[in-house]
Nanobody, 124 residues
Framework: QVQVVESGGGLVQAGGSLRLSCVVS????????MGWFRQSPGKARQFVAS????????DYGDPVRGRFTISRDNAKNTVYLQMGSLKSEDTAVYYC?????????????????WGQGTQVTVSS
């Protein structure tokens, strides 16, 4: 059984930084893409970033490109989301997504496993 567990959320001031972590167990982590999504109250879940199984490709949603960085440590079964220049509109629950397509380079909201989410609140 695949388990996806996020951590690192919290309250931060606008302009600040925060790093989220996501640990995956129950699967050979290094063979699958990983990603982050977020959801604010009343809004649809939004793609934030993804990273290929080998770390050689990263994709970002337009609202976060240039401010957020996704990375992975396959030895620790962990993916990170470094968030910088945070804005109030970044406030959301952030969900980690573990893809289930072997050797994948991106993630899809329609497949794979979700974490339980971690709250990020940016105060202005």
């Amino acid at each position: 059984q695949v388990q996806v567990v996020e951590s690192g959320g919290g309250l931060v001031q606008a302009g600040g930084s925060l790093r989220l972590s996501c640990v995956v167990s129950g699967r050979t982590f290094s063979r699958y893409a990983m990603g982050w999504f977020r959801q604010s109250p009343g809004k649809a879940r939004q793609f934030v970033a993804s990273i290929a199984w080998n770390g050689r490709r990263a994709d970002y949603g337009d609202p976060v490109r240039g401010r957020f960085t996704i990375s992975r440590d396959n030895a620790k079964n962990t993916v990170y989301l470094q968030m910088g220049s945070l804005k109030s509109e970044d406030t959301a629950v952030y969900y980690c997504k573990a893809d289930n397509q072997l050797w994948s380079i991106g993630v899809s909201a329609g497949r794979g496993d979700w974490g339980q989410g971690t709250q990020v609140t940016v105060s202005s």
